[in-house]
């Protein structure tokens, strides 16, 4: 018994011996050398991009394997990852650039870009500026409402407007342009337009404004009621209110008005080009928002609430260069 336990053990080994010898290990293979990096290249090609009397903008063609490039002009180093930047400059002034680019501790020659001369300073606001009043104006007056839009005939808005209230509005339109001393060099899209008539609307007098292809606008979020004295009153003495679709019908003739408020939420004001020749402009004011109707009958105050009815106003005018007051 003993020797058949000592055979077994013989056999197992012998054949762990074979199998290993069978089943050598693999052979390690070196990974090949990295090949060195070729030389850096100079930039190339170097260029004024854009050429303005207070930025420039410079470029060149780069080496692929560049990090980063340095860019020398007059007192300013400035280091950036890619192939053009960006640089403030002095109006009226002549300026020599160059350009080496940067690989790890490696770095190439300075290349001499071409040469400029910044011209001068040109502010497209400058012809803006100045005091403006209104000399030919129109108004035009709609009810909005879920069913559509309507027209108000003017005759109709206008009798519930005191000619005082008119007159005090036109003197009110006149406003004065001019630039922000703080943004005198570095927007040329702002203005600040000082309006009296903002005032009439609980807004400041004084508001930032923008030009844009030749124009500029102002928009105004605002929060202002404007309630109808005299309430209660018939329908019939309140002449634009019977433009309002929901109250056309003879039926309501007699109604009494208990409140009518309009709430402004808005005001958008948009002037120009300039006629250069007549120093003249055009001028757009609209001002619009929700028109509050509570009648005598409760069933029609439901249906003027589900109507979503609004108002919106607008002024039209031809304004012309004045001057100083």
């Not at 055979?7 to 052979?27: F, M, R």
């Not at 063609?61 to 002095?90: H, K, N, P």
């Not at 109604?255 to 020749?277: D, H, R, S, Y």
């Amino acid at each position: 018994m003993k020797m058949k336990s000592i055979y077994g053990w013989g056999l197992l080994l012998l054949l762990a011996t074979t199998a290993c010898k069978d089943d050598p290990a693999e052979p390690v293979v070196p990974e090949p050398p990295v090949p060195p990096l070729p030389a850096l290249a100079k930039p190339k090609n170097l260029s004024v991009a854009m050429e303005q009397a207070k930025m420039v903008v410079v470029m060149w063609e780069g080496d692929t394997t560049a990090t980063s490039y340095q860019v020398q002009l007059a007192d300013q180093l400035i280091e950036l990852e890619g192939t053009s930047c960006g640089v403030q400059v002095t109006e009226q002034t002549p300026y020599t650039w160059m350009v080496r680019a940067i690989r790890r501790a490696d770095t190439t020659d300075w290349v001499l870009g071409p040469g400029f001369t910044t011209p001068e300073y040109d502010d497209l606001r400058e012809e803006w500026i100045g005091y403006w009043g209104v000399d030919t104006w129109d108004l035009k007056v709609e009810i909005l409402s879920r069913i559509g839009t309507v027209n108000v005939p003017l005759d109709d808005f206008m009798a519930i407007l005191p000619q005082d209230v008119v007159d005090t509005f036109l003197e009110s339109a006149s406003f004065k342009l001019s630039i922000p001393v703080e943004e005198a060099e570095t927007d040329q899209e702002a203005l600040l337009i000082t309006f009296d008539l903002l005032e009439q609307f609980g807004l400041p007098a004084i508001a930032s404004i923008h030009l844009e292809d030749e124009m500029f606008w102002l928009e105004q979020y605002m929060q202002d009621t404007l309630s109808y004295p005299g309430t209660p009153v018939a329908l019939s003495e309140i002449p634009f209110l019977q433009s309002i679709p929901q109250l056309q019908n003879e039926s309501f003739a007699t109604m009494v008005i208990q409140k009518l408020q309009i709430v402004l939420t808005g005001l958008q004001l948009k002037a120009g080009p300039i006629n250069e020749a007549s120093d003249r402009m055009s001028f757009t004011g609209t001002l619009e928002g929700p028109i509050l109707i509570e009648t005598d009958q409760s069933m029609m105050n439901v249906t003027l609430g589900l109507a979503n009815l609004k108002m919106r106003v607008t002024f039209t005018s031809d304004v012309e260069r004045r001057p100083a007051p």
